[in-house]
């Protein structure tokens, strides 16, 4: 069965530094989404994209924070300067339609020191 | 705004028992339900959801859910659980008028299966 895969599974950089966390949805599916889970709280929704432009965004999602597809296969998400409180688990998803269930990778583990 | 709460953060149980972990939300708009699985280093897996019609939801791997609007719950259960139904669980829910991407999340349930 197809998958979403990220990039790297854990990711340490220091407070300041920018990090790009990558991600390649299914092949087919249209639409593709951020999350976020700080340890031990709710998984949180950062942003959703589609048709190469950023099509809903939680409060979250400030300017530090961007996303791009750079090609037809990858889906990035770029915090231009770390801070401490962005150390969290980040899943990728993505889905079909608008409509149908997301499917999630197995995230991506940053850590701000 | 919606919110969703789970009531229990952990739960443990013994194999072949019956289970139920609790979900309740709000919502000032109606909304789908679902409820995703977290297998240990993995991401999260969609285990069924409700969107309209019959509100017992059968899921994969033995699950089910009921909507119950009066009680704004969706509960999910399972009769008889195996060790390898031992994860987190994650109840969510997303506006009608939306996608179904931007999800809410509860705070998530640890079933914990003992032989």
């Known amino acids: 069965e197809p998958e979403v895969t990220q990039t790297p599974s854990h990711q340490v950089t220091q407070m300041g530094q920018e990090v790009i966390l990558r991600c390649v949805p299914i092949?087919?599916?249209?639409?593709f989404y951020w999350y976020r889970q700080i340890l031990g709280q709710k998984v949180e929704f950062l942003v959703s994209?589609?048709?190469?432009?950023?099509?809903?965004k939680s409060e979250i999602f400030d300017d530090q924070f961007s996303v791009e597809r750079p090609d037809g296969s990858n889906f990035t998400l770029k915090i231009r300067s770390t801070k401490l409180e962005d150390s969290a688990m980040y899943f990728c998803?993505?889905?079909?339609?608008?409509?149908?269930?997301?499917?999630f990778g197995n995230g991506t583990r940053l850590t701000v020191t | 705004a919606q919110s969703v709460t789970q009531l229990d953060s952990q739960v443990p149980v013994f194999e072949e028992a019956p289970v139920e972990l609790r979900c309740n939300y709000s919502?000032?708009?109606?909304?789908?339900l679902f409820w995703y699985v977290q297998y240990p280093n993995q991401g999260l897996q969609l285990l069924l959801k409700?969107?309209?019609?019959?509100?017992l939801v059968k899921g994969i791997n033995g699950f089910e859910a009921e909507f119950n609007k009066s009680q704004t719950s969706f509960h999910l259960r399972k009769p008889s659980v195996h060790i390898s139904d031992t994860a987190e669980y994650f109840c969510?829910?997303?506006?009608?008028?939306?996608?179904?991407?931007?999800?809410?999340f509860g705070k998530g349930t640890k079933l914990s299966v003992k032989p």
């Open positions: 919502s000032s708009v109606s909304v789908y």
């Open positions: 409700y969107l309209s019609g019959s509100t």
């Open positions: 994209f589609y048709n190469n432009e950023i099509s809903e």
């Open positions: 092949s087919n599916h249209l639409y």
């Open positions: 998803a993505s889905s079909e339609t608008v409509n149908s269930p997301l499917h």
């Open positions: 969510a829910v997303s506006e009608m008028r939306g996608s179904q991407g931007n999800l809410i």
